[in-house]
């Protein structure tokens, strides 16, 4: 059963705090998104990736925000240093980008408290 | 602005009632797709419309896409309470990404 494994699916820190979160794609999938999920702000693409080279990272704030996806099997999404500001659910999707459909596989999402 | 905007905000019905939530886009799109998320959960794809198609049926979902008025109907037919949810339209505009809507939470009350 194909699924996009995100780690940890907690995590509480203190503001100043290092976060980092990870994401397993669907093996195969080109394409993988990094969004932040708030009440507020609703769903925001922050990065994504294809064949593991950033196209776009114009969603995420450059100063404490960095996404990368050290091989094909893991991306990871760090803040550093974390605020209260940032506290939400980040969600990895990952597709197959020029296939002849652009659906999107969503993990569970990691939900992030920063105090 | 978000490209996808969906109507209403919020959806209450009754279980077995007919859900119908609305979506409109501002630019051209090559597809239109409709996601569920559940409470605490990523969210799930439910249905794809290309824009070439009018109307497209999956099981209890309809969905329909008037590219002319730029916008787009979801309907639920024969609600249960396991469809309670949020649910988002997402436009492929053909740059690689989806743009996703605001959502729409629908409750079904028992």
């Known amino acids: 059963d194909a699924r996009v494994t995100q780690t940890p699916r907690h995590k509480v820190t203190e503001m100043g705090q290092e976060v980092t979160m990870r994401c397993q794609p669907i093996?195969?999938?080109?394409?993988v998104f990094w969004y932040r999920q708030t009440m507020m702000q609703g769903l925001e693409l922050l990065a994504y990736?294809?064949?593991?080279?950033?196209?776009?990272d114009s969603g995420m704030p450059k100063d404490r925000f960095s996404a990368e996806m050290p091989d094909a099997t893991l991306a990871t999404l760090k803040i550093q240093p974390s605020e209260p500001r940032d506290s939400a659910v980040y969600f990895c999707?990952?597709?197959?980008?020029?296939?002849?459909?652009?659906?999107?596989?969503f993990g569970a999402g990691t939900r992030l408290s920063v105090l | 602005s978000q490209q996808g905007e969906e109507d209403p905000q919020a959806l209450s019905i009754q279980e077995g009632e007919n859900a119908t939530m609305n979506c409109s886009y501002k630019?051209?799109?090559?597809?239109l797709q409709w996601y569920r998320q559940n409470s605490g959960r990523g969210l799930v794809h439910l249905i794809l419309?290309?824009?070439?198609?009018r109307e497209k049926h999956s099981g209890r979902l309809r969905v329909t896409l008037d590219t002319s008025k730029k916008s787009s109907s979801l309907l639920i037919t024969a609600s249960r309470a396991a469809d309670t949810a949020s649910y988002f339209c997402?436009?492929?505009?053909?740059?690689?990404?989806?743009?996703f809507g605001q959502g729409t939470r629908l409750t079904i009350n028992p």
């Open positions: 999707a990952s597709g197959l980008v020029g296939g002849p459909l652009n659906i999107q596989y």
């Open positions: 093996l195969g999938h080109n394409t």
């Open positions: 990736f294809r064949n593991r080279a950033p196209l776009d």
């Open positions: 630019t051209s799109i090559n597809n």
């Open positions: 419309i290309r824009s070439n198609e």
């Open positions: 997402a436009t492929d505009m053909g740059a690689q990404k989806l743009v």
